[in-house]
């Protein structure tokens, strides 16, 4: 079975979020239990500085396609690990879409992912990978499937191919002026409320939604929560029609790659060492500059946008016996919140606006607990991250977090994680002082530590079922 799954992000190429994530793991494991997959992306200026991949990356061809109202010219790169079962990575070049500075945030996003959409199926041909599946990726890509059924779906090479839209996140779609649709190669009937039309506007994600054979979700809670409108975003009313066409498959961690025994950190640490994960916290604390005052250490790694709840993290965390880290990078407003709250807690807070990969990686792994307060979380990563670690989360009950993490209860002593319900400021602060007093019963502390770590959140289960649904969906 040949698969091909197009993202605008791939770790390690490029990551700004979970879908990075996804895309850099998920590949890996269905190749290995032999699934033929390849991945595309931009290769976007940020991949060229990086040396030690740059020295593996070939040149493979070229490909001149219409795109639009004019012909664009592109370069096809390959890149492939030397072992058995490696995935390669394809990288579409074009120095006006993708040599800039960020992956996203430019008035023309939209055509330069309509034009990634427009070589993913211009790629399969010249390459001649007789693709069974596309496989694509948010509003991104989500032109895959639309540019198929409108045009290449007529050509022999292309007729059996079936399209999958996964959904990282339903807020982000897409929304481009009517005007624009022949810039991406679409005519005006496109302009329809069966087809892309929405509120007046062009919905690129919508497209994919009604185009795609089959969709999925990044959970099963948030696959039912997306057909209500406190978290639909407008598309609500077409995910509930679409029903019985999606499916919820929770993602899963590279649990080679994220492993506290043998990966680079300061200290390692195993399920039946864990006084090695407190002394890694000592060293945290030094190298945040934080006194070691025996008080739980709450550690935070996430976008500042208020998908995450910051407004909701009480500002005088000093007065609720914690010590907190914030490392997160976004929108002004919640940068602000975190300079404030250094200042109101000294000492006692941290708040790094950066982002900074080594750094997550020692919060995630030496905190004593991961706060995840989302008003909605598709599936989110931080949470199992931290399970991995020992790290116990404090999370809102919601969508991906909900169908990963258990509250702690003392009389069976079962369950992972502290979790709150509402999406209030005073949830948050009954979490936090939950965990105060979770962390002074030390036998149920470890405990529930050591539940989290006996869990399996490797892709290994996910990985499975998106091979059966492939399977299901070309038989
Ligand atoms: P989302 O994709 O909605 O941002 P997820 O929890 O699914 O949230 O994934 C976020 C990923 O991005 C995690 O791997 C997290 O560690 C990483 N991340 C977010 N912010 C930062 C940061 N400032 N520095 C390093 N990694 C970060």
Known sequence: MNVLLVTSEVKPFSETGGLGDVAGALPKYLSKIGV??????????????????????????????????????CNIYTYQEDNKNSVEYIFIENSWYYDREEIYGYA??????????????????????????????????????????????????????????TIHNLQYQGIMNKDKLGEVGLDESYFNIEKLEFFGEINILKGGLVFSDLITTVSNTYAKEIQKEEFGFGLNGIVKELEDKII?????????????????????????????????????????????????????????????????????????????????????????????????????????LKYNSILAKEIFAYSDFFLMPSKFEPCGLGQLY????????IVRNTGGLSDTISHYNRETMKGDGIVFDHSLESAVEWGILESVKLYKEKEHFKKAIKN????????????????????????
């Not at 034009?115 to 596309?134: G, Q, R, T």
């Not at 043998?262 to 500059?289: A, D, R, V, Y």
């Open 248 to 352: 919820g498959i929770v993602n899963g961690i590279d649990y080679e790659v994220i492993d506290p025994e043998k990966e680079e950190l300061p200290i390692n640490f195993s399920i039946e060492s864990l006084e090695k994960k407190e002394l890694g916290k000592k060293q945290l604390l030094k190298k945040l500059k934080l006194n070691d005052t025996g008080k739980p250490l709450v550690g935070m790694v996430t976008r500042l946008a208020t998908q995450k709840g910051i407004d909701l993290i009480p500002e005088k965390t000093k007065d609720l016996g914690i010590q907190l880290v914030v490392l997160g990078t976004g929108e002004e407003i919640f940068e602000n919140k975190i300079k404030k709250m250094e200042k109101i807690n000294k000492g006692e807070f941290k708040g790094i």
């Open 452 to 475: 989290g770590m006996e869990k399996d959140y490797s892709w290994n289960n996910s990985a499975e079922i998106y091979k059966e649904i492939y399977i299901n969906l070309i038989k």
């Open 36 to 73: 033929n997959i390849k991945v595309i992306s931009p290769f976007y200026y940020s991949i060229k500085e990086k040396k030690s991949i740059m020295k593996k990356m070939k040149k493979k061809t070229s490909i001149k396609t219409s795109f639009g109202n004019k012909k664009e010219n």
């Open 108 to 165: 023309d996003d939209y055509k330069r992912f309509a034009y990634l959409s427009k070589v993913a199926l211009e790629v399969v041909e010249k390459i001649d990978f007789k693709v069974d599946i596309i496989h694509c990726n948010d509003w991104q890509s989500a032109l895959v499937p639309i540019y198929l059924k409108n045009e290449y779906i007529k050509k022999d090479f292309y007729k059996n191919i079936k399209t999958i839209l």
């Open 386 to 393: 931290a399970l991995r670690y020992g790290t116990v989360p």
